[in-house]
């Protein structure tokens, strides 16, 4: 697949800064993706091979090359990608000075699998200096609206997506979970035995779609609170799962500060929950909570709001909205439901006065969209992404 929308992110990016970062788990693509920027650049802008230079800081033969990396870096000119970057944190200086020599004639592509939280420390140096770039797994934005059943399943991890067939994708997924808790992990300095964040990550599956209440989690886990909101920020800033903020409103009502948690991969989600096909989700309790996931992730990621404007709101006395977006000046309220002809709520009313929603979207997997009120309409998810997508193209 030709990940078009993110190979012009790169271009642009290269454009303004010397440095972009492309940011993402494991498996979903990047060393893909750059190679394809670095094929683009060859047919397209006539670079030559001898211009791009690529260096993998898993490969022992590339670490070594850049024991002294001022040295060979600063002979380089055209793209340099250095992958897994996060293994070597002490190149986010070195590349700060190379990148502000008069005579440097080098682009950086730098691949890590961790976010910028957890390399925020390392790559302070290069503020103002760097683009971030966050690569999710596949998007329904990216696919066919007829692939929607498999992306749901599978999830979007290009190897589980990609399968040939569900066992495949199924043995794949708990390879790559057994490989993230006892490899990746500890390769970013987390010193969590693996069968303890197994464990964890059982529990949380659980807690999919729902607020967090940290003190039952650890006394369930037997760990403190702030053990807990540390394992959790570990996956958060590993992309694992998504922690959506509860949104406050100076209002009378007692409202809800806790987080939501969604797993953030839907077919990592039902790997863990034992969920191998369409069959078994059909009759599991967790369906409406795994659509819920899967339905969030895919109009976050489509709309391109930051995880920092995205929320959820509560109030202790039942109302409520799944996701609140701020975005271009707009306070746009989502709802989902896995329904066919899903209904206005008392709730939906409530969180439309209180929080003064410029629109409430109810997203379901309806084949048709119509209006429940004035504010309030309910939307395919596959029309939604559609309508995306098309706005998209016409702004650029």
């Known amino acids: 697949m030709i990940r078009s929308n993110y190979l012009k992110q790169i271009e642009q ?13 494991r498996q979903s693509g990047k060393t893909t993706l750059a190679r394809m ?16 230079t690529h260096f993998d800081l898993e490969d022992p033969t590339d670490i070594a090359a850049l024991k ?55 790559s302070e140096s290069l503020a103002g200096r760097i683009a971030h770039i966050e690569l999710t797994p596949f998007q329904l934005l990216e696919t066919s609206t007829d ?11 290009p190897p589980s997506f990609l399968a040939k067939d569900n066992s495949i994708s199924w043995q794949w997924r708990k390879e790559f979970i057994k490989s993230f808790l006892e490899r990746d992990l500890p390769a970013l300095g987390i010193g969590i ?33 702030s053990t807990i909101r540390r394992y959790l920020d570990l996956l958060n800033g590993t992309f694992m799962v998504r922690r959506l903020s509860s949104w406050h409103e100076n209002i009378s009502k007692r409202q809800v500060k806790a ?7 839907s077919g990592l989600f039902h790997s863990l929950l034992g969920i191998e096909n369409r069959d078994q989700l059909n009759r599991h309790p967790k369906l409406g909570a795994s659509w819920e996931g899967f339905a969030i992730e895919e109009v976050i990621r489509c709309t391109n709001v930051t995880a920092e404007d995205c929320y959820f709101w509560a109030t202790h006395t039942g109302a409520e909205i ?15 439901k896995y329904s066919d002809h899903p209904k206005a709520t008392k709730s939906m ?7 003064k929603l410029d629109s409430l979207t109810v997203i379901s997997p309806t084949e048709r969209s119509f209006p429940l009120s004035e504010k309030i309409r309910v939307v395919s998810l596959n029309d939604f992404v559609q309508s995306s997508r098309a706005e998209a193209q016409n702004r650029s």
């Open 13 to 25: 990016g290269l454009l303004v800064h010397k440095v972009v970062a492309l940011l993402g788990p």
């Open 37 to 52: 920027y670095a094929e683009l650049l060859q047919k397209e802008k006539g670079t030559t091979p001898e211009q791009i």
């Open 68 to 122: 002294n990396p001022k040295l060979v870096l600063r002979e380089l000119s055209g793209l340099v990608i250095i992958d897994e970057i996060q293994r070597v944190p002490e190149l986010f200086p070195v590349l700060r000075v190379l990148v502000d020599l008069p005579d440097n004639r080098a682009h950086f592509l730098i691949l890590g699998s961790a976010s910028r939280d957890l390399i925020r420390q390392s």
């Open 147 to 157: 692939k929607s059943e498999r992306l749901w399943l599978r999830g979007g991890f």
């Open 193 to 225: 035995p693996p069968q303890s964040l197994r464990r964890f990550w059982m529990m949380l599956a659980h807690y999919h779609g729902q607020i967090v209440n940290f003190s039952e989690l650890g006394r369930s886990f037997g760990a403190s609170d």
């Open 259 to 265: 987080p939501k948690l969604y797993f953030r991969d």
């Open 322 to 336: 799944d996701l609140l977006t701020i975005q271009d000046g707009k306070k746009r309220g989502f709802e989902f």
């Open 349 to 355: 009313h409530a969180a439309m006065e209180s929080l």
